[in-house]
C-alpha cells in the first residue's frame, strides 16, 4: 500500500474527496454571500437562517403536500426566493444609503428570529428527511465507499456554481446587474429599473442558499441550528476569497473544504479552526483575499 | 426636593410595616427552584423546555399548595457555555435566593457549576450531565447525580455489544468533557473484555455537522464496533452519515448516549436495531405509562426521555424531603438537605423504588433497549423494546472506586 506522510494512500485520497464535497456546501452557501455582498454591499448574516429555511421547506413540502425531493429542489428555492425578496423589500432596502455595519446587525437580528420561531415550533434535535430511492446506496470508488448521494450533492453544486458564475459574468443580464453595481445612476438612465434588479439579486443570492439547504437536508440533521454551524466558516471562505468576488467563492470553498479534509486526518481537534488559521495568513498577506480587486 | 407632609407621612407608614413584611415572610420562606439547562441548542430535546413541565409536574402531584409550601420555579438558557452557567448561578444564589438548581445538562457546564454551589451550600440535583466524574473526582457533599452516568452507560451498551462479539472498537467523540469520559469509561470496559480499541477521532464540540472523514477513517481502521461518544444533534448526525456510507454493513454502531428524543429525530427507518441505554422509558409500566400522560399535554411534541423524567423524580424527592425538614430549616443549609435527601426512601412512577448512595449516585436501574423496526411500531414515540435490565445497585461505578474526597470522612 502506497503510505503519504505516513497515512495510506487510499485513506487520504478519499479524505480529500470528501474535503471535496463539504467544499461544494461551502462554495455555494459563500457564493450567494459573495453576490449579495458584491451587487447589495449588505453582509447578509442571515444566510445560515436562510440555508436552514431551505431544509426545512423541503421536509414541510414533504410532509404536508407529499411532494418528494427532486420537485422540491426547484419549489423550495423559489419559495425561499420569494421570501427573500420580501425581506429585501420591505426592511433590508432601507439600510442601504448606511454603513455595512447596520446591515449586519440587521441580518444578523433577522436570523436569531428566524431561527427562534423555528426552534419554537420544531425544537433542536432535529428531522427526518430521507435519501431520495434513486441516490440510496454507494459505489466502491477503488479507495473509499462513496455514498451515491455524496457524488450528487458534488455534480448539483459544481453545476449550479458554474452557472450562476456564467450568468453574472457572461450574459448580458449579468453585464446590467455588474453595472448597476458600479453606477446605479447611470444603469437607471438606461432605463433600467435598478431596484429591482438589485431586489431580484438578493432573491437569487437567498435561492441558492435555499437550494443549499434541500441538498443538505438528507445529510445533516434538519434543525435550526444547522445553519449556524455553517455561517462562520462561510464567512471566513467569503474573506479568504476576496469580499464580493464569485470566482473567488467557489474556489476558495473547495479548496477550504480540502484543507478541512486533511485537517481531521492529521489533527481532528483543530479541524474548527484550521479555517480561521488559513484567514488570518491570508489577510496579512493579501488583505483583499485571493481574488479580490485592489481598491 | 423639598420634603412635603405626604412623602414624610407616607416613608413612616412604611417604615412602620417593614418589619411585618418580614415578620410574614419568615413564617413560609419560599423555596425556589433554579432550571438551568440548554433552552436553545442542540440538547434542547433533551431537556430544555420538557425538563421544566416536569419539575412543574412534580409541583403537581406532590401537592405544594396544599401543604402549605411555597415553591418557585426560574429557569435560564446556560447555551452549554460553563461561564455562562456559573454567573447565571452565581446571580440566582446572590440576588434570587434560588435553593435547588436542576438538570444541567453537559457535563463541561455541570462541573463548572459544581464548586459555586458548594461555596454557596445550596442543593445541586443533575439530571441532564453524563460524566461519572461528578460523583468521582468532581463530587460534593452539595449534589446529587439523579438519572445516568457515562460508566453506567459504558457498562451497559458497551458491555452488551462486547459480549456480543465486538472486541474491537473505533471511537469517534466530542472533544469535551462529557465524550472523553465516556470514551475512557467504555474503554475500560472493553478492554476488561479482553477487547482492544483500534483507534479513535476526538472532534471540535460544538459546531462540527459532518462527520464523514471519520466515519471514513472508522471504517479503515477494521474494528468490529463504531462507538460513538456523543450526544443530541451529533449522534443523530453520526448515525445519518454513518448509514450513508454503509458503516452499519461492516461495523456495529454503538451510539452510547441516546435518548428516545434522538430516535424520534432520526426516525425508525435510519435508527432500527441500534442499542441503547436509559434508565426510563414511558412505556416501561402502567406507572411510567400514567406519568407521560400527565405530562403529555404540556409537552405533545416532545415525549419524557429518563433526563426530564429525573427532573421529575429529583423534584419530587426534594419535596419532599423539604416538607419533611420545614423549609426554613432546608433553606439553611444544602449539606444538610442533601444529606436527608439521601436518608429519605426515593419512590416514584418514573424510576420506582431508588437509593441514593453517599457520594450522591441515584442509583437508578439500567435499561437495554433495542429500537423497534418501523413494522413493529404500534403507535407515535413507540420506539423500543427491552433487551436487559441492570439493578441499581449493580449498574454503576462502585463507590470504592470513584475516589471522592469526602467518604468516609464525614
Known amino acids: 500500500m502506497i503510505m503519504i506522510f505516513g497515512i495510506p494512500g487510499p485513506l487520504l485520497f478519499g479524505q480529500l474527496l470528501l474535503g471535496l464535497i463539504n467544499g461544494a456546501f461551502y462554495a455555494m452557501l459563500s457564493m450567494g454571500l459573495a453576490i449579495i455582498f458584491g451587487m447589495l454591499n449588505i453582509i447578509n448574516f442571515a444566510h445560515g437562517a436562510l440555508f436552514m429555511m431551505g431544509a426545512f421547506a423541503s421536509w414541510m413540502l414533504l410532509q404536508y403536500a407529499g411532494i418528494g425531493y427532486f420537485p422540491s429542489l426547484i419549489l423550495a428555492p423559489l419559495i425561499i426566493g420569494v421570501f427573500g425578496v420580501i425581506l429585501e423589500r420591505t426592511i433590508i432596502s432601507r439600510l442601504y444609503h448606511l454603513d455595512h455595519l447596520y446591515g449586519l446587525l440587521l441580518t444578523f437580528g433577522l436570523a436569531l428570529v428566524i431561527q427562534g420561531l423555528f426552534r419554537n415550533y420544531y425544537g433542536s434535535s432535529g428531522l427526518p428527511y430521507r435519501i431520495p430511492d434513486v441516490l440510496q446506496g454507494a459505489t466502491d470508488v477503488g479507495f473509499m465507499f462513496l455514498p451515491n448521494y455524496r457524488a450528487w450533492v458534488v455534480v448539483a453544486a459544481v453545476v449550479v456554481c458554474v452557472a450562476t458564475w456564467a450568468i453574472i459574468e457572461k450574459t448580458p443580464l449579468g453585464a446590467t446587474l455588474r453595472a448597476a453595481t458600479e453606477n446605479a445612476p447611470l444603469v437607471q438612465a438606461f432605463g433600467v429599473n435598478v431596484p429591482r434588479v438589485i431586489t431580484l439579486t438578493y432573491g437569487g443570492g437567498v435561492a441558492l442558499a435555499a437550494f443549499a439547504g434541500v441538498l443538505a437536508a438528507p445529510i445533516y440533521s434538519v434543525n435550526p441550528n444547522m445553519g449556524d454551524n455553517f455561517i462562520n466558516t462561510v464567512f471566513a471562505v467569503v474573506v479568504i476569497g476576496g469580499m464580493g468576488s464569485i470566482m473567488g467563492s467557489i474556489v476558495t470553498g473547495f479548496a477550504l473544504g480540502v484543507i478541512e479534509g486533511l485537517t481531521k486526518v492529521f489533527y481532528p481537534q483543530a479541524s474548527a479552526t484550521v479555517v480561521f488559521l488559513v484567514m488570518v495568513i491570508v489577510l496579512l498577506t493579501l488583505p483583499h483575499g485571493l481574488f479580490g480587486r485592489r481598491a | ?410
Open chain 2, 1 to 410: 426636593m423639598s420634603i412635603s407632609r405626604r412623602t414624610l407621612l407616607g416613608t413612616a407608614s412604611a417604615a412602620a410595616a417593614l418589619p411585618l413584611v418580614r415578620a410574614r415572610a419568615q413564617g413560609t420562606p419560599t423555596i425556589k427552584i433554579g432550571v438551568l439547562n440548554d433552552m436553545s441548542g442542540p440538547y434542547m430535546n433533551t431537556g430544555g423546555p420538557t425538563s421544566i413541565v416536569c419539575c412543574k409536574q412534580a409541583l403537581e402531584d406532590f401537592g405544594v399548595s396544599g401543604k402549605g409550601l411555597n415553591i418557585e420555579v426560574i429557569n435560564a438558557d446556560h447555551q452549554n457555555k460553563p461561564d455562562l452557567a456559573v454567573s447565571i448561578a452565581r446571580q440566582w444564589f446572590d440576588r434570587d435566593g434560588v435553593d435547588m438548581l436542576l438538570d444541567v445538562p453537559t457535563s463541561s457546564v455541570a462541573l463548572a457549576v459544581q464548586s459555586v454551589v458548594r461555596e454557596k451550600n445550596k442543593v445541586y440535583l443533575n439530571s441532564g450531565a453524563a460524566s461519572s466524574d461528578l460523583t468521582g473526582k468532581a463530587c460534593s457533599p452539595n449534589f446529587i447525580h439523579w438519572t445516568y452516568d457515562t460508566y453506567m452507560l459504558a457498562k451497559s451498551t458497551g458491555g452488551a455489544m462486547v459480549k456480543a462479539g465486538g472486541d474491537s472498537w473505533y471511537f469517534l467523540t466530542a472533544d469535551y468533557a462529557f465524550g472523553k469520559q465516556l470514551q475512557a469509561d467504555t474503554t475500560s470496559f472493553v478492554q476488561a473484555a479482553g477487547g482492544k480499541v483500534a483507534g479513535s477521532s476526538a472532534y471540535p464540540f460544538p459546531g462540527t455537522t459532518d462527520f464523514s472523514s471519520f466515519l471514513v477513517q472508522a471504517q479503515a481502521s477494521r474494528a468490529k464496533v463504531l462507538g460513538l461518544c456523543n450526544a443530541g444533534a451529533d449522534t443523530v448526525n453520526s448515525i445519518k452519515q454513518a448509514r450513508e456510507f454503509g458503516i452499519n454493513q461492516t461495523m456495529k454502531v454503538a451510539a452510547l448516549l441516546m435518548f428516545v428524543t434522538d430516535v424520534h429525530a432520526l426516525g425508525l427507518d435510519v435508527s432500527q436495531g441500534l442499542n441503547l441505554t436509559e434508565s426510563f422509558y414511558w412505556d416501561l409500566n402502567d406507572r411510567t405509562r400514567a406519568f407521560t400522560n400527565r405530562v403529555k399535554p404540556k409537552t405533545a411534541n416532545n415525549w419524557p426521555n429518563m433526563v426530564h423524567a429525573g427532573c421529575y423524580s429529583a423534584t419530587l424527592h426534594y419535596l419532599k424531603t423539604v416538607a419533611d425538614m420545614g423549609p426554613a430549616e432546608a433553606k439553611k443549609s444544602g449539606v444538610d438537605t442533601v444529606a436527608r435527601m439521601k436518608r429519605i426512601p426515593v419512590e416514584d412512577d418514573c424510576f420506582g423504588k431508588t437509593t441514593i448512595r453517599e457520594d450522591g449516585r441515584n442509583l437508578t436501574p439500567a435499561f437495554l433497549f433495542e429500537v423497534k423496526k418501523p413494522s413493529e411500531s404500534k403507535g407515535p414515540w413507540d420506539y423500543f423494546k427491552q433487551v436487559a435490565m441492570t439493578p441499581g445497585d449493580q449498574a454503576y461505578r462502585p463507590l470504592s472506586e470513584g475516589h471522592c474526597e469526602f467518604i468516609g470522612k464525614a
